[in-house]
């Protein structure tokens, strides 16, 4: 891009950006509160993830699997508890995973080296990690439960090339 543009959008977007537009804290610039789909999507607690990994790489997996896949109003409900259950399993280990490096840097703060400190938040990254595991497996093969032929065809496909990240 021709670097004045930079410029000009800079100037652009600091202009639009004032107090009632919530520019920068999050809100969808200036046409949030004028009533646009997204803004009136989020407002009514729309399902997806605004920020961060989901539990299948995609923003909204459930959409997302819901037209990929073809997926009826039963399917969607189980896939739905499926990616809840999920999700929930990803949030712990995320938890477990700040534990377990706190547990590290209190191990390397003192005065020596703490081996059993550092061995035990060591373990509780393996063990989070095994967890997870366990809790990816165990959604597939939910999963593979509630597609049919076609349907599972069309997942596996959609993993092979990358487009859904497990």
Not at 66 to 79: C, I, S
Not at 88 to 109: K, P, Y
Not at 110 to 119: L, N
């Amino acid at each position: 891009m021709y670097p004045g543009m930079h410029r000009w959008m800079r100037r652009r977007m600091e202009a639009e950006c004032r107090p009632d537009t919530r520019c920068g804290t999050g809100g969808w610039s200036r046409w949030e509160h004028q009533g646009s789909r997204r803004s009136e999507y989020h407002a009514a607690g729309g399902e997806g993830f605004e920020a961060g990994p989901s539990a299948f790489g995609v923003r909204r997996p459930l959409r997302f699997l819901a037209y990929k896949l073809g997926l009826d109003e039963r399917q969607v409900g189980e896939l739905a508890r499926i990616l809840n259950s999920l999700k929930t399993e990803r949030a712990q280990a995320e938890v477990d995973g700040r534990r377990a490096m706190a547990g590290l840097a209190d191990a390397i703060a003192g005065a020596t080296f703490d081996p059993q400190a550092a061995s035990a938040a060591a373990t509780v990254r393996v063990h989070s990690a095994e967890r997870l595991r366990d809790a990816v497996t165990r959604a597939l093969a939910e999963l593979h439960g509630v597609l049919d032929p076609e349907q599972r065809a069309r997942l596996a496909y959609l993993i092979r090339t990358g487009t859904l990240h497990i």
